[in-house]
């Protein structure tokens, strides 16, 4: 062998930013991104899909949340109240055994395969001829004259700058960052919501642990969790089968600075490590041979929202209300991440639905951007009721149904009317899963849940 030929190359001097085209640009494809792309190609879009990690998933993946909330109603016979392309995704996890129910917060949440959750969203985006675009930070936004559309979107990526072209947007990206680009007018909490990050440990004895009410934990935890350097002091614990247990144990704050960001993650496994410490030194029996299997990125709750054309308020989360542009329902609890040492919750009755007005996703000075996921303009306790995954596909549907009837108008002159009409599924329909014949474990106000 004499080796391979190779060329000779050097950077030219224009670096203009090759260019990408579609009907749709979703940023960010975590459960809102996902459901959005996947919905808009369902309705003959085409659509690119760009995120800034190198994976599709957002924080489903690599925060390794492990379980999946908000998709059905309280009380002892719970339906689902999200549907869309994300059902296939549900009954493909569920049948492979790579996901399960459990009764938890007076309703029933998901436990998945965070693998099997990325090949799904893998698979279907290459089947279904989306274009992924990975690795891929979206860095300015270019408007119109008017100064109210979208016109394109500049990335850049380790191989340089992309150029995405597109008549409508969905932002995706949990931290409002295309209206943030476009000098919009923008929220963010004067208190730090905080983050979590997930750990999956291994080598578990699941059988000597498997009764074991949280208070079990907690009670540790207040102990001693000082002298093994815990900030925070409750929180959730799954086993989740083969000795595994996935782990929502930790507080960090999440600020929007990449410095302050690296930090919270380097911190928020220290916190890992000292739950580690602790559960073998008090729990020998079943936490002896542990070890940690996973250690998500840094969890992010809230960063900026939208100032949208209506707000949901905690108050109408609290009373049930009924907006006239409403999109999805959901029962998920208030649950607020405020203080490092514990979580705060408030719970909802059997029958209760909150609901998202439209005009919570619609920034009122864009006409061709619709946002969905954790960057909704709602107040920091409201957000807290309806920004786990089931609600954040409910809004992806919303987007991209909302923006394929916009065409080329403007989403604040929709005929709302159709607009429900197309959404009946998610304000109207109830299902029974199948799969949740057999679950069991504990119910009601004390029994696990995250979000
Ligand atoms: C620690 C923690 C535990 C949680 N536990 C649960 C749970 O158990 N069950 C549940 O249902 N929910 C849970 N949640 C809530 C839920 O995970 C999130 O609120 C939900 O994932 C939000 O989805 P999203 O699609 O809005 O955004 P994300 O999943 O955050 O996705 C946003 C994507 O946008 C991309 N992005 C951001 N900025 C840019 C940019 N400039 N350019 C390109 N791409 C960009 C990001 O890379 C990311 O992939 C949890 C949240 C946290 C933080």
């Given at each position: 062998?004499?080796?391979?030929?190779?060329?000779?190359?050097?950077?030219?001097?224009?670096?203009?930013?090759?260019?990408?085209?579609?009907?749709?640009?979703?940023?960010?494809?975590?459960?809102?991104?996902?459901?959005?792309?996947?919905?808009?190609?369902?309705l003959g879009e085409r659509v690119i899909?760009?995120?800034?990690?190198?994976?599709?998933?957002?924080?489903?993946?690599?925060?390794?949340?492990?379980?999946?909330?908000?998709?059905?109603?309280?009380?002892?016979?719970?339906?689902?109240?999200?549907?869309?392309?994300?059902?296939?995704?549900?009954?493909?996890?569920?049948?492979?055994?790579?996901?399960?129910?459990?009764?938890?917060?007076?309703?029933?949440?998901?436990d998945y395969s965070v693998n099997a959750w990325q090949r799904w969203a893998e698979r279907e985006v290459?089947?279904?001829?989306?274009?992924?675009?990975?690795?891929?930070?979206?860095?300015?936004?270019?408007?119109?004259?008017s100064g109210r559309r979208v016109e394109a979107l500049d990335f850049a990526t380790r191989f340089g700058?992309?150029?995405?072209?597109?008549?409508?947007?969905?932002d995706a990206s949990g931290d409002a960052v295309v209206p943030w680009l476009a000098d919009q007018e923008l929220r963010t909490a004067n208190q730090p919501i905080l983050g979590t990050v997930m750990a999956l440990f291994e080598g578990v004895d699941t059988a000597a642990c498997a009764d074991w009410p949280r208070a079990t934990y907690h009670e540790a935890m207040k102990r001693r969790g000082a002298e093994f350097g815990l900030v925070r002091f409750d929180g959730f614990i799954f086993p989740v089968g083969d000795g595994k247990v996935n782990l929502n144990l930790t507080h960090?704050?999440?600020?929007?600075?990449?410095?302050?960001?690296?930090?919270?993650?380097?911190?928020?496994?220290?916190?890992?490590?000292?739950?580690?410490a602790l559960f073998r030194d008090e729990f020998p029996k079943a936490y002896g041979r542990a070890r940690v299997a996973h250690y998500g990125q840094a969890g992010i709750r809230q960063t900026r929202m939208i100032l949208g054309t209506r707000r949901l308020t905690v108050e109408a989360v609290r009373s049930g209300a009924l907006p006239d542009d409403r999109v999805l329902r959901c029962s998920w609890p208030i649950e607020l991440h405020t203080t490092m040492d514990t979580?705060?919750?408030?719970?909802?009755?059997?029958?209760?639905?909150?609901?998202?007005?439209?005009?919570?996703?619609?920034?009122?000075?864009?006409?061709?951007?619709?946002?969905?996921?954790?960057?909704v303009d709602a107040e920091p306790a409201a957000l807290a009721s309806v920004r786990v995954m089931g609600p954040c596909f409910a809004m992806g549907r919303a987007a991209a149904e909302a923006l394929h009837q916009t065409g080329a108008g403007s989403v604040h002159q929709l005929d709302l009317g159709a607009l429900q009409k197309r959404l009946a599924d998610n304000l109207e329909r109830t299902t029974r899963d199948p799969w949740l014949g057999g679950v069991t474990g504990e119910s009601g106000p004390e029994a696990y849940g995250a979000g």
């Open positions: 062998m004499t080796g391979h030929p190779q060329t000779v190359t050097v950077r030219r001097g224009d670096d203009a930013a090759a260019e990408l085209d579609c009907d749709l640009c979703v940023v960010g494809s975590g459960a809102a991104g996902l459901s959005a792309a996947l919905e808009a190609q369902a899909l760009a995120d800034a990690a190198p994976q599709l998933g957002g924080q489903a993946i690599s925060a390794a949340l492990g379980t999946l909330c908000g998709l059905y109603s309280n009380g002892p016979d719970p339906q689902r109240l999200v549907h869309g392309v994300m059902d296939g995704m549900l009954r493909a996890l569920v049948e492979a055994g790579e996901a399960a129910p459990r009764r938890a917060r007076n309703t029933v949440i998901l290459a089947a279904r001829g989306i274009t992924p675009l990975l690795g891929a930070v979206l860095r300015a936004v270019v408007r119109d004259g700058d992309r150029r995405v072209r597109a008549r409508a947007v969905v960090v704050e999440t600020p929007l600075d990449p410095v302050g960001l690296s930090l919270a993650a380097i911190e928020g496994r220290r916190q890992v490590d000292a739950l580690l979580t705060h919750w408030e719970m909802f009755a059997d029958d209760h639905l909150h609901h998202l007005p439209f005009g919570a996703m619609t920034p009122a000075g864009l006409d061709n951007l619709v946002v969905a996921g954790r960057c």
